[in-house]
C-alpha cells in the first residue's frame, strides 16, 4: 500500500469492515438491508405525499424534499459499501473518489438547510397562522428549496476541489469504509492546515447558524403553544413538531458524536461503525420518525395500502 514519495496515486483503497470473510458477508447483507429498508420508506413517503392532495402544503413539500435527499445520501454511501464488502474488493478511482465526496458534501448540506428551513415553516404555521399562505406561498417554498440547492453545489464543490488540490504520494489507504474528507487530509502529503481551517470555519458557519435558528424557531414556537387555551389544540402543534425535533436531534448528535472523537491514523472497527452510525443510520431512521409520530402520515399510508388491496381484489 505504500507508495514512494515520487508516484502519485492514481487509485484509493477504503477501509474493510473486517478481515474475517464471514463478518464481511455478515457486514454487507446487514447494510444492505438497512439500505433497501431506507430506500422504500423514504420513497413511500414521497408517494404518499405526492398522490395525496390533502399532503399537499408547504410543511410536506419539504417532507418530499428530504425524504428524496435521504434516498439519494443512502444510495451514495450502502450500496456501493455493501457490494465492497461482499466482493472483498475495496479499491476506488480518484475520479470516483471524488465524485463520492462531492455528493456526501452537498446532501448533508442540503439535508441540514431543508430542517432549518422546515423549522421556519413551523414557527410560521404556529405562531403566525393567518400569514401563513403568503409568507408560505408555493414561489417562497420553491425558492427555498432552490437556494438549498445551489448554495449546497457551491459548498460541496469548493471543499472537494480544495482536497483534490492536494498531492497523495505516499499512501493510498484510506481508513474509511467511504471516501471523506478527513480520512483524506490524513494521507495527503501537502500543508492541509488550510484545508483544515477552510472545513472547520465552513462547518461552523453552516452548523451553528442552522442549528441556533432552528433553537431560537422552537422556543418561540414552545411559548406560543404553552399560551394556547385548548389542550387538544397544544397537542396537536406538538405532533407536527416532535418528528422534525427528534430527526434533527438524531442528524446533529450523530455528526457531533463521530466527529468529536479523536482521529485514528490507522482506523478500527470502532471508528467504521460510529461512521455507519453517522452516515447510514440517520436517513434510514427517519422516514420511521414521521411515519410513526405524524397522524397525517400514517392516515394517507393506511388509504394507500387499502386502494392497493381494493385494486388486487379487483383484479
Known amino acids: 500500500m505504500k507508495m514512494s514519495n515520487f508516484t502519485l496515486v492514481t487509485e484509493f483503497v477504503l477501509m474493510g469492515f473486517s478481515d474475517i470473510r464471514e463478518l464481511q458477508i455478515i457486514f454487507s447483507l446487514l447494510l444492505f438491508l438497512i439500505y433497501s429498508t431506507g430506500l422504500m420508506g423514504n420513497l413511500l413517503i414521497v408517494i404518499i405525499i405526492i398522490f395525496d392532495r390533502r399532503l399537499h402544503t408547504p410543511m410536506y413539500f419539504f417532507l418530499r424534499n428530504l425524504s428524496i435527499v435521504d434516498a439519494c445520501y443512502l444510495s451514495i ?53 393567518l400569514h401563513y399562505p403568503v409568507i408560505m406561498s408555493p414561489r417562497v417554498c420553491l425558492q427555498m428549496t432552490l ?11 469548493f471543499h472537494t476541489g480544495y482536497t483534490f488540490h492536494l498531492s497523495f504520494c505516499q499512501s493510498n489507504v484510506v481508513h474509511q469504509f467511504f471516501c471523506d474528507i478527513p480520512s483524506l487530509l490524513r494521507i495527503s502529503c501537502s ?39 385548548v389542550k387538544e389544540d397544544q397537542k396537536k402543534a406538538f405532533s407536527t413538531c ?12 450523530s455528526g457531533i458524536y463521530v466527529y468529536s472523537q479523536p482521529p485514528s491514523d490507522s482506523g478500527s472497527l470502532k471508528d467504521i461503525i460510529l461512521s455507519v452510525f453517522y452516515a447510514v443510520i440517520p436517513p434510514f431512521m427517519n422516514p420511521i420518525i414521521y411515519s410513526l409520530r405524524n397522524k397525517q402520515i400514517k392516515d394517507a399510508m393506511g388509504i394507500l395500502m387499502k386502494r392497493t388491496l381494493s385494486l388486487r381484489n379487483n383484479r
Open 147 to 157: 437556494t438549498c440547492l445551489l448554495t449546497g453545489l457551491m459548498y460541496a464543490a
Open 191 to 229: 500543508d492541509t492546515s488550510g484545508n483544515k481551517l477552510s472545513m472547520l470555519l465552513s462547518a461552523l458557519l453552516v452548523v451553528v447558524s442552522c442549528f441556533a435558528f432552528i433553537t431560537a424557531s422552537y422556543v418561540r414556537i414552545f411559548s406560543t403553544v404553552l399560551k394556547f387555551p
Open 77 to 129: 454511501i450502502a450500496p456501493q459499501a455493501s457490494f465492497n464488502s461482499l466482493m472483498n474488493d475495496w479499491a476506488i478511482s480518484v475520479t470516483g473518489c471524488a465524485t463520492q465526496i462531492f455528493l456526501v458534501v452537498f446532501l448533508s448540506y442540503v439535508e441540514f438547510t431543508l430542517l432549518t428551513v422546515m423549522a421556519r415553516d413551523r414557527y410560521v404555521a404556529i405562531c403566525h397562522p
Open 242 to 253: 416532535i418528528p422534525h425535533i427528534s430527526v434533527v436531534s438524531l442528524f446533529v448528535i
